[in-house]
């Protein structure tokens, strides 16, 4: 919804100060257009691999909705956290391999459909929970593999915004060109009226109008909010990971869940009472 409410002010600023002295009709050079969307989109494809190019025009869902995961899925996640808490300190962890190994039919996370609907939650928290049914009790050696998963799968994200950054850094230099095109069009009409070079001159500039607004305006901007959007939905995988640091160190599954909240940004972050309503309910 702000992409939408952003991308409206851009233009009604930009364009509405400008009708004030000037004719729209003069922006409308398709051709223009053409070299620059064009030309941003084969350097594109040449520059980055096929699923960060997909991946780009994914990412308009993101902006369009921000955050993949809100309040809801956090609260969500932290009763998913003391459910398979509370299991394994009452019956073991062994007692976790059968939602573990088909979490899709699995009655604990059956109770919380938000959590189950997400694969990426759901494959970090089981694989996890499936290395403590193998023997895997070091604290230490458990968060430096989930340092270096979340590390990896941060990189993955930043590539994507990077992609995009780069994109919106060479939308100028290709509205110059689509303007260097112009002149020489220009040059090549030298001997027409005043009126007519005067025209050909304007389609030129809007070339390079078009290159720095679209940069700097919009794809530019996109890129920041991809980034934001993925910084905050890291903060779910990072609290999975403070949740199980705490189990794995001996703590009640209570403690656990509050190491799990207290990692979470105050934005989605709900409070202590709150936390203690939920477990109480469950």
């Given at each position: 919804m702000l992409l939408i409410v952003g991308l409206l002010i851009v233009?009604?600023?930009?364009?509405?100060?400008?009708?004030?002295?000037?004719?729209?009709?003069?922006?409308?050079?398709?051709?223009?257009?053409?070299?620059?969307?064009?030309?941003?989109?084969?350097?594109?494809?040449?520059?980055?691999?096929?699923?960060?190019?997909?991946?780009?025009?994914?990412?308009?869902?993101?902006?369009l909705k921000g955050p993949h995961y809100k309040k809801d899925n956090y609260n969500e996640l932290l009763g998913v956290l003391y459910s398979v808490f509370k299991l394994a300190k009452t019956k073991g962890d062994l007692a976790l391999?059968?939602?573990?190994?088909?979490?899709?039919?699995?009655?604990?996370?059956?109770?919380?459909p938000l959590f189950q609907s997400d694969h990426h939650g759901v494959e970090f928290?089981?694989?996890?929970?499936?290395?403590?049914?193998?023997?895997?009790?070091?604290p230490h050696e458990m968060e430096a593999v989930m340092?270096?998963?979340?590390?990896?799968?941060?990189?993955?994200?930043h590539a994507l915004t990077t992609a995009m950054t780069a994109a919106a850094e060479a939308l100028p230099a290709l509205g110059i060109v689509a303007a260097v095109l112009g002149v020489?069009?220009?040059?090549?009409?030298?001997?027409?009226?005043?009126?007519?070079?005067g025209g050909l001159i304007a389609a030129a500039l809007v070339g390079t109008f078009a290159g720095i607004l679209l940069s700097y305006g919009f794809v530019g901007p996109m890129a920041t909010s991809v980034e934001a959007a993925h910084a905050q939905d890291s903060d779910y995988l990072n609290c999975i990971k403070a949740g199980l640091m705490g189990h794995m160190q001996g703590?009640?599954?209570?403690?656990?869940?509050?190491?799990?909240?207290k990692s979470l940004s105050s934005s989605?972050?709900?409070?202590?009472?709150?936390?203690e309503e939920l477990l109480s309910g469950m």
């Amino acid at each position: 919804m702000l992409l939408i409410v952003g991308l409206l002010i851009v233009l009604g600023s930009v364009l509405g100060g400008y009708g004030i002295h000037g004719s729209y009709a003069v922006l409308w050079q398709p051709i223009e257009f053409l070299i620059i969307f064009g030309g941003a989109f084969g350097a594109f494809v040449i520059a980055y691999p096929k699923q960060i190019v997909i991946g780009a025009f994914k990412s308009i869902g993101i902006m369009l909705k921000g955050p993949h995961y809100k309040k809801d899925n956090y609260n969500e996640l932290l009763g998913v956290l003391y459910s398979v808490f509370k299991l394994a300190k009452t019956k073991g962890d062994l007692a976790l391999e059968t939602h573990i190994d088909k979490p899709d039919e699995s009655s604990l996370f059956g109770a919380f459909p938000l959590f189950q609907s997400d694969h990426h939650g759901v494959e970090f928290l089981c694989d996890y929970l499936r290395l403590l049914t193998l023997g895997a009790n070091n604290p230490h050696e458990m968060e430096a593999v989930m340092d270096l998963e979340l590390e990896i799968h941060h990189n993955e994200e930043h590539a994507l915004t990077t992609a995009m950054t780069a994109a919106a850094e060479a939308l100028p230099a290709l509205g110059i060109v689509a303007a260097v095109l112009g002149v020489i069009v220009t040059m090549n009409s030298i001997t027409e009226p005043p009126e007519i070079l005067g025209g050909l001159i304007a389609a030129a500039l809007v070339g390079t109008f078009a290159g720095i607004l679209l940069s700097y305006g919009f794809v530019g901007p996109m890129a920041t909010s991809v980034e934001a959007a993925h910084a905050q939905d890291s903060d779910y995988l990072n609290c999975i990971k403070a949740g199980l640091m705490g189990h794995m160190q001996g703590y009640a599954p209570q403690i656990s869940v509050e190491f799990a909240r207290k990692s979470l940004s105050s934005s989605v972050r709900p409070t202590f009472a709150e936390v203690e309503e939920l477990l109480s309910g469950m």
